[in-house]
C-alpha cells in the first residue's frame, strides 16, 4: 500500500448519517446474538474451574459424572493433543489445562448433557486431585526473584541472565542519550504508577454452539471478534484441516478485543465430537470475569526532564506488565506509544512482561498504550504545575508533527496532533470557568492503527441492488460504512445496497476486526471491489454501445460515453446493465483482495472537568470533550458513538474498575455488582469532536477510530482529580477509598 | 545496501548495533538478510515483526519494495483490539 491512495473529493453519501442497517433487528429482539443459536439433538455444555490460583492436576477421577443419567461426554486436557506450535499450545491450555491450573477460574473438565440441571450436577462428581502450589497474583511480587514460578522455560532470548522466570520477555525503545537531556533540565520529575486490570465489560457473555459430524466435517456458531481466527485456532486445537470447519460469526454484544481469541468454542467442539451431537455453552458472567481475558495489570516509572518553559528535554519509562499466566506481547506496545506524542531527541522506554496467576490477558482496545500513556500525560501534568504553565500549551510545544522521529523509530509522515490540540484549546470547554472544587484535567492519547487481510465480494443484483459480502463482524457500525462508501463509488442510494458478514466457508480469509481496522481496511477493499464492478460494467456497455470499453466511463452511477469522439449514447445506469446481465456476459460482481496497510496512526485529546467529594472520596465528572483526528469520518455518528465509547470505557477505569485478588489468590468481585462499571447515571454527555485530516494511505482518507479513544481518560481524569482534591495519586483506579487515603495524607 | 534501525533490545543479537546495513530490495530479503548476518535476530523475525517504510507501517507484505534512501525500522509484531 502507498500513501498516495487518497484522491481529494466531494463526497454526496460518505459523511452523512443514514439509517444503521442493524438498527430494527436490535430493538426488536429479531438479532441472533451468540447465545441464541439452537440444533435438534443440542447438548448443555458447563466447564468445571480451578477454585486454586495455582495448583499441579495430579489426577481427575469423572467416573462418577459419567454414569449420572443424561450425561453424554466429559473431556479434559487430556482430550486435546499436544501441540507444537508454542501460541496455540498457550491457546488450548487456557481453554483446558494440562498439568497445571495456573489461575482462579482455569477450566479442568468440562460436560455435556442433555440439560443444563444435570450437567451442574456432573460437574459436582468430577473429583479432582490438586496438589495446591504457592501462588503470585501482583506484577510487582513476581518479578522479585523468589517468586512462585507460573511457568518454567517461558523467557525469551532477551532477558537478562538472573531475573525471575516469571520474566518472559524485554523491550527497549528509543533514541538520543537520555543523560545529555536530564543534564539540561530545569527540573527532572520521577513517578511511578499502578494500574488494575480491567475487563472488557461487553454485556454478551461468551456462547458458541458447536456441532460436529460423524464424516468429521463441523460447524461452529459464536460471538467473536473474527470467524476465520476462530477457524485458525479451533482447527488446530482440534486438529481439522479448514476447509471443513465452518465458523459463523452471530451478532455481536461488545467485544472491545476481549473477543479476538477463543476460550470456549474448542472445548465445545471436543465435546460435541465425543458426544456425536451439537453442544452449546453460554458463559456466566462469573466466568466470563474469572476466565476470559482481561487487560495486564501493570507497574510503571516514568521520568521526564523539563526546562522551566516547557520543552521536554529528556524522558525515560520502564514498564513492567503482567498478561496473567502466559507470556504476553502487550508491554511492547505500551512502551512504543508511552511517548508517541511527543518530539523528543533524547527518549528511552524499557517493558518487561511477568507472568502472573491471573487469566490469559486478551486485547482490550489499544491494547498496552492507555496505561503507558497514562504515567506520561500524569508525569506531565505535575511538571505543568511545578512550572505553572498551561498543559495544552506544553503539549502544543512539544507536539510530534511530521518529520519527528517517533518514540518508537519511524519518522511520522502528516500526522493530526497539533491540528488536534489546537481545537482543544479553541474549545469553549477549556476556557469555561470552574467553581471551587472543581478541578479540569486533560490528556494526549495514541494509537498506530492497522490494515491487515481483507476480502470483500460484491454483488450486482439484476434489479439494480447490491449486496455486498465482507468477513468481519460489525461491532461498531461496519455495515453501515461499507454499504455508504460502496454507495458513493456506485453512485447509486445507500438504501440499494445491503451488507452482509460471511462464514467462513463463503469469503476469502479475514483478519479479526480488531486494530481499528475494519473501516480502513475492509472500506479501502470495497471501493476497489466496486471499482472492479464498475470496469466490468464499463465493458457491458461497451458491447452494447459498440465502442472499445476505454470509451466509457463511469458518473453518477451510469456509464456515460468518455468524450465527444466516442459517440452518442444515453447513459447506462447500474440498473439498466444489471437487467440484461445474462444476455451481455452473466452476472456482474467486483472483488478486492489485498493485505492492507497505511492505516496511518492517530492521535486524541480529551479535556475533562470533575469534583471530587471530599467526605466519600467519590469523583463526579461534570463535563467532557474528546476529540480525535478520524480521517474522513464515514458515519458520523458512528465515530462519535466510537469516541464517547472510549471515553466512557476510560472513566471507567480511571474511578473504579479493578480486578481484586484476595490473599488466597482468588478473584474478589468477579460480577458487574463488585466490579462496577459506569452507568448512564454516572456520566454527563460526551461531546465529540471530529477533526478530519485524511490519511494518505486510503482512498477517501479514512483512518481508523475504534481504539485511540479509550486512551487518554485515565490521565485525563487523574489530573482533573488533582487539581479537584489538591492531591495526586498515583494508582489507578481512583476509587474511593483510595481517594480518601491520598486526602488523609 | 539499506540501512535498518532495529529497536534497542535487539542489539544483543545484532553485535551491539541498533542500525545495521543489509543488501535488500522487499521486506522478504530484508528480513531473510539480517537474519542471515544476524542470527541472533532470527528468533524474533520468526516470532514475527513489522516494518517501517517510510513512515508507513507493515506487518507483512513481503514484496514491498525498499530504496537504498528508505528510511526502515523493524517493529514489533503490532497487534491491536
Known sequence: MSLDEYTRREFKQVGTRVRRPDGVDKVTGRAMYGADATAPGMLVGRILRSPHAHARVKGIDT?????????????????????????????????????????????????????????????????VDYEVLPHVTDVDAAIQPGAPVVQSGRTLENVPAGMSENVTSHSEFGHGDPAEGFARADMILERSYRTAATHQGYIEPHACLASYASDGKADLWCCTQGQFNVRTLCA??????????????????????????VFIEPVALALSRKAGRPVKIVMTRDEVF???????HTSTDV???????????????????????????????????AFAAYDLDHVRTYGWNVMTNRPKE???????APQSIYAVEATLDELCQHFGLDPLDVRLKNAAKKGTKSSYGPTFPDIGLTATLEAAKAHPHYSAPLKDGQGRGISCGFWFNFGGNTCVSLNVNTDGTVGITE???????????ISLMAAEELGIPYDRIRTIVADTSSLGYNDVTDGSRVTFAVGLATIKAARDAIGKMCGRAARIWGIDPEAVEWKDGATVPAGPNAGKFPPMTLAEIAAVSAETGGPIAGHHEVNADGAGVSFGVHIVDVEVDRDTGATKVLRYTVFQDAGKAVHPSYVEGQMQGGAVQGIGWALNEEYI?????????????????????DLPPIDAVILEIPNPGHPYGVRGVGETGIVPPLAAITNAVCRSAGVRLHELPMSPPRVLKALAG | MVKVRLWGSLRHGADGQTEVEVEARTFKELLDRLAEAYPGLEPQIRRGVSLSLDGVIYREAWFTEIGPESEVVLMPYMTGG
Open chain 1, 661 to 681: 485478588y484476595g490473599k488466597d489468590g482468588r478473584l474478589q468481585n468477579p460480577g458487574f455488582l463488585d466490579y462496577r462499571v459506569p452507568v448512564a447515571s
Open chain 1, 63 to 127: 467416573s462418577a459424572a459419567e454414569a449420572l443419567k443424561g450425561v453424554k461426554a466429559i473431556i479434559t486436557g487430556a482430550d486435546l493433543p499436544a501441540q507444537e506450535d508454542e501460541f496455540i499450545r498457550d491457546v488450548q491450555d487456557n481453554c483446558m489445562a494440562r498439568d497445571k491450573a495456573l489461575y482462579d477460574g482455569h477450566a479442568v473438565a468440562a460436560v455435556a448433557a442433555t440439560d443444563a440441571a444435570t450437567a451442574k450436577a456432573a460437574l459436582k462428581l468430577i473429583k
Open chain 1, 471 to 481: 468477513g468481519n463482524p460489525d461491532i461498531g457500525g461496519s455495515r453501515a460504512s
Open chain 1, 362 to 368: 486478551a486485547a482490550y482496545r489499544a491494547p498496552g
Open chain 1, 236 to 261: 488446530a486445537i482440534m486438529e481439522m484441516e479448514a476447509s471443513q470447519l465452518r465458523v459463523t460469526a452471530s451478532e455481536i454484544g461488545g467485544g472491545f478485543g476481549g473477543k479476538t481469541t
Open chain 1, 303 to 337: 521520568k521526564i526532564g523539563m526546562t522551566k518553559d516547557g520543552r521536554i528535554t529528556a524522558a525515560e519509562a520502564t514498564l513492567r506488565y503482567s498478561g496473567g499466566a502466559f507470556p504476553c506481547g502487550t508491554v511492547d506496545m505500551g512502551a512504543q506509544a
Open chain 1, 290 to 296: 474469572r476466565a476470559t481475558g482481561p487487560t495486564v
